[in-house]
């Protein structure tokens, strides 16, 4: 009879747990985690905003060797979405549905059977450093065990968040400092130029006789050069052909007319510095700092020669600055 009230008043318990507590617990939890970051705002900002980045630091799918992932919509920003399928943890999706740029993103999340919940990722300037916070909302709890997970997620979540914000920390702060490019106006120049087109490997002799050709009409005919020569690029198609336009900005006179107007405005620019190697780079980040705050360019790229070769033999001091002209 003993053991059948244990037994009576265990099962109550049981109940009660199970039944009765979830009546009083929230239909949503909240779980913070912060870490602080030696990068930069845009190094951070692009391993959250493209899901394909979370491989580099995450080690939460190293729990499922046999995990089957796949990615749909753009490669980052709002609508990026990332799929998994595991007999482990679960299948899942991640959805963004909002990006602002080196300054938050905010996904969805849907767990399936296991509810929905939400993440927002905030970065915030420290000095040298990026205060990185992870706000995740597990929402519209099921009753009753969903609530019941619900009360113990404060603690599994919170040491999930650390070790995850840990991972983002250690591969943000090996990375090289991204391209920094910056908004300008840009004063329209009167120009002599040529328009030519070259293949890739043809391209950088066919530029050398164009710029000395500028320079040498320039000085023929007296005219004062007012600024960096330039190239305008109006595609760029390593396969076939490369269509340019080299410019001399120049003062026209009645012995030198212009025959080309560079035109002023807005524009992304980034200066480089160093060897002509690094151009693919620097255009890249460029392109991508465009697409990340949603800007439209207006017209070709051109870069613009402050120094080169024709300066000085030793690369490190050659100058080149790349501009993108947008609305």
């Known amino acids: 009879m003993k053991l059948l009230k244990i037994a009576f008043w265990f099962v109550v318990i049981i109940l009660v747990f199970i039944f009765v507590i979830p009546l009083f617990l929230p239909d949503n939890v909240q779980i913070e985690a912060k870490t602080n970051i030696k990068a930069s705002p845009e190094t951070v900002f692009r391993q959250l905003n493209s899901l394909k ?18 990615y749909s919509g753009p490669d980052f920003g709002e609508g990026a979405v990332f799929n998994w399928k595991s007999k482990v943890l679960g299948n899942g999706q991640i959805k963004i549905v909002n990006s602002l740029a080196y300054s938050s993103v905010r996904n969805e999340l849907d767990l399936g059977e296991r509810g929905r919940a939400e993440d927002e990722w905030v970065f915030k300037k420290l000095g040298d450093s990026i205060q990185v916070t992870w706000n995740f909302r597990a929402i519209n709890l099921r009753y009753p065990l969903g609530k019941l997970n619900g009360l113990f997620l404060s603690v599994t979540m919170k040491s999930f968040q650390l070790e995850e914000l840990a991972g983002l920390r250690d591969y943000c702060q090996k990375q090289p400092l991204p391209v920094s490019v910056n908004f300008i106006e840009v004063k329209p120049a009167k120009c002599i130029s040529i328009a030519d087109s070259a293949t890739y490997t043809e391209l950088s002799a066919k530029m050398e006789a164009g710029f000395t050709a500028l320079f040498k009409k320039a000085e023929a005919q007296k005219g004062s050069i007012t ?6 690029y109006y595609n760029w198609d390593t396969a076939e052909q490369i269509h340019y336009r080299l410019g001399l900005p120049i003062m026209e006179t009645k012995q030198l007319a212009c025959d080309f107007t560079q035109e002023g405005g807005k524009a992304l620019m980034a200066v480089m ?23 439209q360019f207006t017209g070709a790229p051109w870069e613009e020669y402050i120094s080169g070769p024709g300066n000085t033999e030793d690369a490190a001091n050659w100058e080149t600055r790349i501009y993108y002209p947008v609305k």
């Open 53 to 70: 980045n979370w491989s580099n630091w995450s080690t939460w799918n190293q729990a499922d060797s046999a995990m089957t992932v796949s």
């Open 227 to 232: 600024g960096a020569p330039f190239a305008l």
């Open 273 to 295: 510095k160093g060897s002509y190697d690094q151009f693919e780079r620097y255009h890249n980040e460029i392109q991508l700092f465009a697409m990340e705050n949603n800007l």
